[in-house]
């Protein structure tokens, strides 16, 4: 079965819930105006005995927000007990001080969400919370299992039953379960470890301890910070913690596991290093500028690509100027390196919901009308420069393109700091399918210059960016540009959020009374 095919079977299977209200946010889910890749999730997780962790939690969540605004959540524990609160919406529309009162201890992990598996609904908020004979867990995930299905047809086959549709209701059932063999949760995750396949940073919440995971390939980011010498923090990026006036003290690695509880913080290699393989969008688009990862300043990785791509690729224009915000360190590079002055041209709406716009053709295209506004003074009768750090769909891009000819550009040159985008993640980020990969569609670098009306267009070589990036060429994940999967992506399993949505679809039908998602709640101890 191909993969369009197969993607629209399962859209299909989707459909069938529209009556439901559950599964309906799939296929017809707002898209923000971007021509980017959307983001994973953002974890967080603090010890620190005498401090008010669950706002420190909410202000590193909110430091975390670009990394996903459909849903937000806090697990606290005091020692004896977990309480949590997750609902649906932006890390300041779901927590209020009265929510945050409630929220009392020593220990917490949060949680923002972006769905890669499992549909935006509030089943699929977290942090997830399980039980077992020793206590709660409670789970926040950063990353996308690429054997959800296998595990979960296997879990069910055994009796399991799933109250959710995403991979990290797997991840916290199976440690559940282990915990009851182990009597140990940290015991209980090392064992794991070995049967989950694909990317996953991990926080996780008992009565007494917090734990950092990382999958063995290090896929996605997760640092530790120190705060007043003697508070441990977790965060998916380091602008979590200088928010929270914590210290970063290293990275997480490749298949450690970290806890640290009232005896201190210990580690273990619960399964060995792979070949690493980090996410090179990281870099590119998804961490915040002020953030470090790999011992980079993001800010500076993107200044470089900019530098780079002016080097390798340079434009006849009269002004650099970026789409905002994730252009700008790049334009910045872009404009040092070729001598030519950088300006703004575009003006950046940064209050659109993520829902606002809906994913067809037409409100797509009036939503990057809505989202940047072009400053026609800057713009009128010069060649202007753009520099963006990818393509994917190409819709933006063509409405931008005429956005700033209409504002008066003489020509339009484009400068992408990535690579072409040509084969779809399964490690947690949210990209179109192969086909709607404009880089994909179109046969060459022409053919997509012509369809997004640019003078002139430009990608960045992988060669030209991992120069610019500093960083080894095995120590990362390209394979949204080689199609050479880290991770090997099952044949049969073309996992996309869907597949577990289709399955869950269809329980419904056998089960309707499971039709409405879960209220928002405070969850105490039976
Ligand atoms: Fe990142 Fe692309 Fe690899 Fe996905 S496929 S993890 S977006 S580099």
Same mark, same amino acid.
């Given at each position: 079965?191909?993969?369009?095919?197969?993607?629209?079977?399962?859209?299909?299977?989707?459909?069938?819930?529209?009556?439901?209200?559950?599964?309906?946010?799939?296929?017809?889910?707002? /898209?923000?105006?971007?021509?980017?890749?959307?983001?994973? $999730? @953002?974890?967080?997780?603090?010890?620190?005995?005498?401090?008010?962790?669950?706002?420190?939690?909410?202000?590193?969540?909110?430091?975390?927000?670009?990394?996903?605004?459909?849903?937000?959540?806090?697990?606290?524990?005091?020692?004896?007990?977990?309480?949590?609160?997750?609902?649906?919406?932006?890390?300041?529309?779901?927590?209020?001080?009265?929510?945050?009162?409630?929220?009392?201890? #020593?220990?917490?992990?949060?949680?923002?969400?972006?769905?890669?598996?499992?549909?935006?609904?509030?089943?699929?908020?977290?942090?997830?919370?399980?039980?077992?004979?020793?206590?709660?867990?409670?789970?926040?995930?950063? @990353?996308?299992?690429?054997?959800?299905?296998?595990?979960?047809?296997?879990?069910? =086959?055994?009796?399991?039953?799933?109250?959710?549709?995403?991979?990290?209701?797997?991840?916290?059932?199976?440690?559940? &379960?282990?915990?009851?063999?182990?009597?140990?949760?940290?015991?209980?995750? =090392?064992?794991?470890?070995?049967?989950?396949?694909?990317?996953?940073?991990?926080?996780?919440?008992?009565?007494?301890? +917090?734990?950092?995971?990382? *999958?063995?390939?290090?896929?996605?980011?997760?640092?530790?910070?120190?705060?007043?010498?003697?508070?441990?923090?977790?965060?998916?990026?380091? $602008?979590?913690?200088?928010?929270?006036?914590?210290?970063?003290?290293?990275?997480?690695?490749?298949?450690?596991?970290?806890?640290?509880?009232? *005896?201190?913080? &210990?580690?273990?290699?619960?399964?060995?290093?792979?070949?690493? !393989?980090?996410?090179?969008?990281?870099?590119?688009?998804?961490?915040?500028?002020?953030?470090?990862?790999?011992?980079?300043?993001?800010?500076?990785?993107?200044?470089?690509?900019?530098?780079?791509?002016?080097?390798?690729?340079?434009?006849?224009?009269? +002004?650099?100027?970026?789409?905002?915000?994730?252009?700008?360190?790049?334009?910045?590079?872009?404009?040092?390196?070729?001598?030519?002055?950088?300006?703004?041209?575009?003006?950046?709406?940064? /209050?659109?919901?993520?829902?606002?716009?809906?994913? *067809?053709?037409?409100?797509?295209?009036?939503?990057?009308?809505?989202?940047?506004?072009?400053?026609?003074?800057?713009?009128?009768?010069?060649? +202007?420069?753009?520099?963006?750090?990818?393509?994917?769909?190409?819709?933006?891009?063509?409405?931008?393109?005429?956005?700033?000819?209409?504002?008066?550009?003489?020509?339009?040159?484009?400068?992408?700091?990535?690579?072409?985008?040509?084969?779809?993640?399964? /490690?947690?980020? *949210?990209?179109?399918?192969?086909?709607?990969?404009?880089?994909?569609?179109?046969?060459? #670098?022409?053919?997509?210059?012509?369809?997004?009306?640019?003078?002139?267009?430009? /990608?960045?070589?992988?060669?030209?960016?991992?120069?610019?990036?500093? +960083?080894?060429?095995?120590?990362?994940?390209?394979?949204?540009?080689?199609?050479?999967?880290?991770?090997?992506?099952?044949?049969?399993?073309?996992?996309?959020?869907?597949?577990?949505? @289709?399955?869950?679809?269809?329980?419904?039908?056998? =089960?309707?009374?499971?039709?409405?998602?879960?209220?928002?709640?405070?969850?105490?101890? !039976?």
């Amino acid at each position: 079965m191909d993969e369009n095919h197969s993607l629209s079977a399962r859209l299909r299977a989707c459909e069938a819930c529209d009556g439901f209200g559950v599964c309906s946010g799939v296929p017809t889910r707002g /898209y923000p105006a971007t021509d980017a890749p959307r983001e994973a $999730c @953002g974890v967080f997780g603090i010890f620190a005995p005498g401090e008010d962790v669950s706002r420190l939690t909410y202000f590193g969540l909110f430091a975390l927000q670009h990394r996903g605004q459909e849903s937000a959540g806090i697990a606290v524990s005091d020692g004896r007990r977990i309480d949590s609160f997750r609902e649906m919406g932006l890390v300041s529309q779901v927590f209020d001080e009265e929510t945050l009162e409630k929220l009392r201890g #020593v220990i917490a992990i949060g949680h923002t969400r972006y769905s890669t598996t499992g549909s935006s609904t509030l089943a699929n908020a977290q942090p997830m919370i399980g039980e077992w004979r020793g206590g709660k867990v409670a789970l926040a995930h950063n @990353g996308n299992l690429i054997n959800a299905l296998a595990l979960r047809q296997e879990m069910e =086959a055994q009796g399991e039953t799933f109250e959710a549709t995403s991979d990290s209701e797997i991840m916290l059932k199976m440690v559940v &379960r282990a915990a009851e063999k182990t009597n140990s949760v940290e015991d209980a995750v =090392a064992a794991c470890m070995p049967k989950w396949q694909g990317a996953y940073s991990l926080t996780i919440l008992t009565e007494q301890a +917090v734990m950092a995971v990382r *999958d063995p390939w290090g896929v996605r980011p997760l640092c530790i910070g120190r705060l007043n010498g003697n508070s441990t923090i977790f965060a998916s990026e380091s $602008c979590a913690l200088s928010v929270i006036g914590a210290e970063l003290i290293r990275e997480v690695a490749p298949g450690e596991v970290v806890i640290v509880d009232a *005896d201190g913080l &210990r580690s273990r290699q619960a399964v060995p290093e792979s070949r690493q !393989a980090l996410c090179v969008f990281e870099y590119i688009y998804m961490a915040r500028p002020d953030s470090v990862i790999g011992e980079h300043l993001v800010h500076e990785v993107r200044r470089r690509l900019g530098m780079q791509l002016a080097e390798d690729s340079p434009a006849d224009g009269d +002004v650099v100027m970026p789409v905002p915000d994730t252009g700008w360190p790049a334009a910045i590079g872009f404009a040092e390196r070729s001598g030519l002055p950088f300006g703004e041209g575009l003006i950046r709406n940064r /209050y659109i919901p993520r829902t606002f716009i809906q994913p *067809d053709q037409r409100l797509r295209e009036m939503g990057v009308k809505i989202k940047l506004n072009p400053l026609k003074e800057a713009l009128r009768g010069r060649r +202007v420069v753009l520099v963006d750090d990818s393509i994917v769909r190409g819709t933006t891009k063509r409405g931008i393109i005429s956005l700033i000819r209409d504002a008066g550009a003489k020509e339009v040159h484009i400068r992408i700091t990535a690579p072409p985008y040509k084969w779809p993640c399964y /490690y947690g980020v *949210d990209t179109s399918s192969r086909s709607e990969l404009i880089a994909a569609r179109e046969e060459t #670098v022409e053919g997509i210059r012509k369809a997004i009306g640019a003078d002139t267009l430009s /990608y960045q070589s992988v060669e030209g960016m991992l120069k610019a990036l500093r +960083v080894s060429h095995g120590t990362l994940c390209l394979a949204c540009f080689t199609g050479e999967y880290p991770i090997p992506i099952p044949q049969d399993v073309k996992l996309s959020k869907l597949d577990l949505e @289709g399955r869950a679809c269809r329980r419904r039908e056998d =089960a309707p009374e499971t039709r409405t998602a879960g209220p928002s709640h405070i969850e105490t101890p !039976a």
